[in-house]
């Protein structure tokens, strides 16, 4: 969160005009702030591969970090998923796009007009106040390989549609992709901020492609059947857990002011009233979330997903003979397999694998075939199937697996250890 942002928010929660927020209030707001551990939430919107089904709408993921709201992947029926769901809409203020294919991108626009007050203009004659839009003020960052800015912007410009606040439109640039321009002839939309970056990888990464202290966001390709980015999540340290009883007796001992505490629970050194030196405990690591796009091969994102506490990995087709009654006699593990890959996806046992490469702590499965419902349905079919896919990757992963279904939440804790 930046400086004015947690300015504004302190003063909503105080219910008080922002302007009279003095100094020591804010410093207090920001040591309180420091020591906070900010709540993660996961919520799937959509679960599908493809073709979305009864049970199951296109991709799209959101995490919320404290009261900001980001989206992951905006497939068809997005903004629909949204209001069925606990995610605040309003929260939204950051988009981050995999690739570029139909069923995780659809729903960018239609969303962007909900959430923006979008129009579709006024009559010859009528002022339409859209017009006269701060597009150096943007409202929604949206991130994406290269094709995005042109894509949201042509979709815009010919559905006539206007926007109440702008929105800008990063993009994540690989090696062969122009190192300049907008990918289009179309003009600048009028909602649109001209302060979208084209950010170069170096080597082979895209890191730190927007941080606030407190987040900072990477990214990195993934093998999949066109250009497809896999995006890290990453929070700072936070502060180690403090034990009351190792340090309140020494303080009352020595007649030290309570107020220490502060420092100690920061983890920095403080000096009792008699010299003593007592040491705050060490920050423990943040969380960290991996989350993929469509992808047969991870491998490059394997340096920034090291150690995460959370994987979002996709499982688009398994083999399931004797559980799936639409398996084929001749099918085998490796026929499935090789039939997956080459369309540029995976099967449950390669989500494992990769969940174990960067020993991560949690694997959620997610972007099912359309033929595998999601299993809160009550039907037992569906139910088998699933829970066999997670065993096939837990088998091979060596940690918790779960499997996504719209509207699943999951909260991101911050390990005891
Ligand atoms: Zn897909
Ligand atoms: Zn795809």
């Given amino acids: 969160m930046g400086f004015i942002a947690a300015r504004l928010r302190l003063c909503v929660a105080l219910g008080i005009n922002h302007h009279r927020l ?3 209030s804010l410093k207090r707001f920001y040591m309180a702030s420091k020591t906070q551990v900010h709540p993660m939430e996961i919520t799937f919107l959509g679960t599908a591969s493809a073709v979305p089904s ?3 709408s296109h991709s799209c993921l959101s995490l919320r970090i404290g009261s900001d709201v980001w989206l992951f992947d905006c497939g068809e029926g997005t903004q629909r998923q949204l209001q069925r769901s606990v995610v605040k809409m309003g929260r939204i203020n950051r988009i981050f796009l995999t690739h570029l294919h139909g069923d995780h991108i659809f729903g960018v626009t239609p969303l962007l007009a909900g959430l923006l007050n979008g129009s579709g203009g006024v009559t010859e004659g ?14 929604i960052e949206i991130y994406g390989p290269l094709g995005t800015r042109a894509y949201i912007r042509s979709s815009l410009t010919h559905t006539y549609t206007t926007l109440g606040s702008a929105y800008v439109v990063h993009e994540l640039r690989f090696p ?5 321009g907008d990918f289009t002839n179309l003009r600048r939309h009028r909602s649109e901020s001209p302060s979208g970056r084209n950010i170069q990888q170096v080597d082979g990464l895209w890191r730190d492609i927007l941080t606030d202290g407190r987040i900072s966001v990477s ?3 993934i093998q999949h059947s066109v250009p497809c980015v896999g995006y890290v999540v990453n929070e700072a340290p936070l502060p180690g857990k403090v034990d009351p009883q190792k340090y309140i007796p020494e303080l009352k001992r020595t007649n030290t002011p309570m107020k220490v505490m502060r420092d100690i629970q920061e983890g920095k050194r403080v000096k009792l009233n008699d010299g003593t030196i007592l040491e705050g405990p060490q920050n423990r690591p943040g969380r960290k979330l991996v989350i993929l796009g469509d992808t047969y091969d991870p491998s490059p994102i394997e340096p920034l997903a090291l150690d995460a506490h959370l994987l979002i990995h996709e499982a688009t087709n398994a083999h399931l003979p004797g559980v799936d009654s639409r398996t084929k006699e001749e099918d085998t593990y490796e026929s499935i397999e090789a039939r997956t890959k080459s369309r540029g996806h995976s099967t449950p046992q390669m989500a494992g694998a990769f969940a174990k490469r960067i020993r991560a702590r949690t694997l959620i499965l997610n972007h099912f075939s359309t033929k595998y419902a999601a299993d809160e349905d009550g039907d037992d079919e569906a139910k ?10 837990a088998g091979i992963a060596d940690c918790e697996v779960i499997c996504a279904r719209d509207f699943l939440s999951h909260t991101v804790v911050v390990p005891a250890d």
């Fill in 384 to 393: 088998l199937i699933m829970d066999t896919i997670r065993g096939q990757a």
């Fill in 219 to 221: 990214a990195a390709p």
């Fill in 176 to 180: 062969d992709d122009p190192k300049t």
């Fill in 22 to 24: 003095t100094a020591p």
């Fill in 126 to 139: 009528e002022e339409d106040p859209r017009q006269f839009l701060d597009v150096n003020n943007p409202a």
């Fill in 54 to 56: 009864s049970t199951r």
